[in-house]
């Protein structure tokens, strides 16, 4: 079972090289000899690579082995190789605090049952690597977070070779809050908007064009379409599946937060054909095992929010400014309450948003409202 399962990657539409054939050959050799039945704890010994990953997809989807979450397992990972680098004891477990139990605790708390995206895992790397940074930085300077005073950080913010300057803060601050720290503060940054270009009319130029454009992939047109019109982030679209789309009679709806979205026409037959043709590049593996409504090249995973990020990209769509445009759009003609329940976004999310489209720019909110109505 695992020669074929590595044998897999043989597609005919995939040229596969003798080096990819001579470590299938090599991997499944060491899983040979070893005596103990195939786990994820024994994989996990192996070299990382390409094929290990296929291999671990494909005994994920057929059941040999359980799901789990490998970009959060890499992170773990991580995370502990940069707390044990430290070789100051005081210094390491002040990381371990900030690194395992304030931003991992609360990372898999918020996942539940859900896996970690990207953007997450880059989150929570970004602030330990911050930390590390500024603890390093005190060492050299002979300081320690107790010793450190307000100057002595203030110091540190005026030097404009260093970076991470808001992770930063948000270390200060949890240093302070823990007693690791006193006396020092640093101030955050309010959020008042957001700072690229809103350009409604590219939006439905972009939404037009995605409708009717039958060259495009049905799988990238239903993607940008449900970031350009409901503001979803690119993670979110990763994870949806069969059962969040809702296809009864002639409505199709979706459900992206608590109440379900019924979709217009030419959305909701292009939903039609994509869940009608779900497929991903994976041979192995049914849409029971793996429900995904973007089926990814792995057996039994989705496509990453990377790659449909890339993919966007290709056809024209920036999803980081696209969505803010949908956002500030939408806040422009929905009350919070029903932005956050429609599109899944947190309350005070909705709340921001809403309080930007209706504040400085109220005139210009008003009349990107009229333009897109002037679309429709």
């Known amino acids: 079972m695992l020669h074929e399962a590595l044998m897999s990657a043989e597609r005919p539409d995939v040229a596969v090289a003798w080096v990819s054939r001579s470590k299938a050959r090599d991997l499944l050799e060491r ?53 044990q680098a430290r070789t100051d004891l005081a210094e390491r477990r002040i990381l371990h605090g900030y690194a395992v139990w304030h931003h991992m605790r609360r990372l898999r708390r918020r996942l539940a049952e859900a896996h970690a995206t990207r953007l997450q895992d880059l989150n929570v790397r970004c602030h330990i690597t911050a930390a590390d940074s500024f603890l390093t930085w005190l060492n050299g300077e002979e300081l320690t977070l107790g010793t450190c005073t307000q100057p002595d950080l203030e110091r540190w913010m005026a030097d404009a070779t260093v970076s991470y300057r808001d992770e930063t803060g948000h270390f200060v601050r949890w240093s302070v809050q823990h007693r690791h720290a006193r006396g020092l503060t640093y101030g955050t940054v309010r959020w008042t908007g957001p700072q690229g270009t809103i350009d409604s009319e590219k939006r439905w130029d972009d939404a037009r064009r995605l409708l009717n454009d039958d060259s495009l992939p049905t799988p990238d047109r239903v993607a940008g379409l449900l970031l350009i019109l409901y503001a979803q982030k690119i993670a979110t679209i990763s994870q949806l599946t069969v059962a969040d789309a809702h296809i009864d009679g002639d409505t199709v709806s979706i459900t992206f937060g608590s109440s379900p979205v019924v979709l217009p026409a030419p959305l909701a037959s292009l939903v039609r054909e994509l869940v009608a043709t779900l497929r991903g590049k994976a041979k192995i593996g049914t849409p029971d095992d793996a429900p995904w409504l973007f089926p990814g090249g792995h057996p039994g995973r989705p496509l990453t929010d990377s790659q449909i990020g890339k993919r966007l990209h290709n056809i024209g769509i920036r999803p980081k400014r696209d969505r803010s445009t949908a956002l500030f759009t939408l806040a422009t003609e929905l009350p919070a309450a029903i932005l956050a329940r429609m599109l899944g976004v947190h309350i005070k999310v909705a709340v921001q948003w809403q309080k930007a489209s209706a504040g400085d720019w109220a005139a210009y909110a008003a009349d990107a409202s009229r333009h897109s109505k002037g679309n429709q």
């Open 31 to 83: 899983i040979g000899c070893d005596e103990r039945p195939v786990t994820h704890e024994v994989l996990d010994e192996l070299p990382p690579g390409k094929v290990l990953a296929h291999l671990r997809s494909v005994l994920v989807a057929t059941g040999t082995l359980p799901l789990r979450d490998e970009r959060l397992i890499a992170l773990e990972k991580w995370v502990a190789e940069t707390v």
